[in-house]
């Protein structure tokens, strides 16, 4: 049994250029969330699938951001412009419905310098 | 949206200790997770609770969920070095969406 998995774990960019991050989730698992953490904070939700359509999206992302589950399984998160204020961990976690119970990914440390 | 605050921020306790980590909200949640993230990591389920004034085990870990299901406490008895880490409620707000408490980072001393 293979857990969340995120690509990369790690990604330096200078600011203005666009990054995507990949996040696969538990395989039988259809609800996909992405969340963001500063430093010291907890995380902050940002966007929700099910299946491959997305339900909510959070007024955290401006337009410069965008999710895809092209197919109801891996999802893609990009970021377009990049600010320093993007600097973060990004957090992919999936569940199947039901339990409320989530599992998150090694998530993707974002650094705009 | 509704606000989950963790208290305390930080604790810095001795091996052997107890302690006691609180989750409060002035809203109801359907079910209530505790997580564990160490740094560089991905938060790693502990818990969930769903039942007003329900109390769960998990070793050394004690989960409750207030009996109106607003707060939830986390007792650790005899606390480990191996128990330090960032500890993260996260209440369900309807079928789906989940928030974050502002998290309680403990370190225990050997």
């Known amino acids: 049994d293979t857990g969340v998995s995120q690509d990369p774990r790690h990604k330096i960019t200078k600011r203005g250029q666009n990054v995507t991050f990949r996040c696969d989730p538990i395989?039988?698992?259809?609800?996909l969330y992405w969340y963001r953490q500063t430093l010291g904070q907890g995380p902050e939700f940002l966007t929700y699938?099910?299946?491959?359509?997305?339900?909510?999206k959070s007024r955290l992302l401006s337009d410069r951001f965008s999710a895809e589950r092209p197919k109801g399984s891996f999802s893609t998160l990009e970021i377009q412009r990049t600010e320093q204020g993007d600097s973060a961990m990004y957090l992919c976690?999936?569940?199947?419905?039901?339990?409320?119970?989530?599992?998150f990914g090694p998530g993707t440390r974002l650094t705009v310098t | 949206t509704q606000l989950l605050e963790q208290s305390p921020q930080f604790l810095s306790i001795q091996e052997g200790e107890n302690l006691t980590v609180y989750c409060n909200s002035s809203?109801?949640?359907?079910?209530l997770q505790w997580y564990r993230q160490e740094p560089g990591e991905g938060p790693v389920l502990l818990v969930t609770?769903?039942?007003?004034?329900e109390v769960k085990k998990l070793k050394r870990l004690t989960f409750q969920f207030g009996d109106a299901r607003k707060d939830s406490s986390l007792h650790i008895t005899a606390a480990q070095p191996g128990d330090t880490g960032l500890y993260l409620c996260?209440?369900?707000?309807?079928?789906?969406?989940?928030?974050f408490g502002t998290g309680t980072r403990l370190k225990v001393l050997a």
């Open positions: 976690a999936s569940s199947s419905p039901g339990p409320y119970e989530q599992y």
């Open positions: 395989s039988e698992h259809n609800r």
């Open positions: 699938f099910q299946n491959e359509a997305q339900l909510e």
């Open positions: 809203s109801v949640f359907s079910s």
């Open positions: 609770v769903v039942t007003g004034g």
């Open positions: 996260a209440g369900a707000e309807g079928t789906y969406k989940y928030i």
